[in-house]
């Protein structure tokens, strides 16, 4: 056994030696001429000027081409559409977060009074049997007497901002059903208006 253990040393001792070998041309040989790079056929450039010629284009290449400049002013008005919705989709998807924060943090009471409301709103319905112009009405209204019960104060700032909306739309009315009035039946030409005829 150290016989064996002696020859493996042996060898692996002089791996980590490190030696320089220096070689020397034979005194005898004649003197050669270097080649130039030029010379080589591996590395010899062709004479003349290169230049580029692009490729034609394929058929595939132009139907594409073709295809992009018809969809330009589509994909033009998508993205005009898309600059113009984005804001208001994500104000919405906002709106929405908003309002689910609030529900998950209700304030006590809330819920009841939110079931109260939805109860006179189908009470409502239930009355508005029959015709569709009940049907628009009477829901929002018993909703709203629902919600006044519970919230008077908002209840009459919103029913004073309606009654100011309501009384400017009628005065508009009255301001165009005036001038109709005067446009169609009361004319220059009439007899009995005119001021000479007093």
């Not at 992009?68 to 989709?89: A, D, G, L, N």
């Not at 009471?109 to 508005?128: H, K, N, S």
Request: glycine fraction near 8%.
């Amino acid at each position: 056994m150290f016989k064996v253990i002696q020859r493996s040393v042996g060898p692996a001792s002089l791996s980590l030696l490190t030696f320089r070998v220096y070689a020397a041309p034979k005194k005898d040989s004649p003197h050669k001429s270097y080649m130039k790079v030029d010379e080589l056929s591996l590395y010899s450039v062709p004479e003349g000027q290169s230049k580029y010629v692009e490729e034609p284009r394929t058929q595939l290449e132009e139907n594409i081409s073709q295809l992009r400049h018809r969809c330009e002013p589509y994909t033009s008005f998508c993205q005009e559409i898309y600059s113009h919705t984005k804001p208001k989709v994500d104000h919405f998807v906002q709106w929405g977060v908003d309002n689910y924060n609030y529900l998950q943090n209700a304030p006590p009471g809330f819920f009841p009074r939110l079931g109260v409301i939805g109860f006179a709103g189908f009470v409502g319905l239930l009355f508005a049997r029959g015709s569709k112009i009940k049907k628009l009405l009477y829901p929002p209204f018993f909703m709203g007497l629902g919600a006044s019960v519970y919230y008077p104060q908002q209840a009459i700032t919103i029913a004073q901002i309606t009654g100011e909306k309501l009384y400017d739309w009628g005065l508009r009315g009255y301001i165009v059903v005036e001038d109709l009035w005067k446009q169609n039946f009361q004319k220059p030409g009439n007899v009995k208006n005119s001021p000479g005829n007093k």
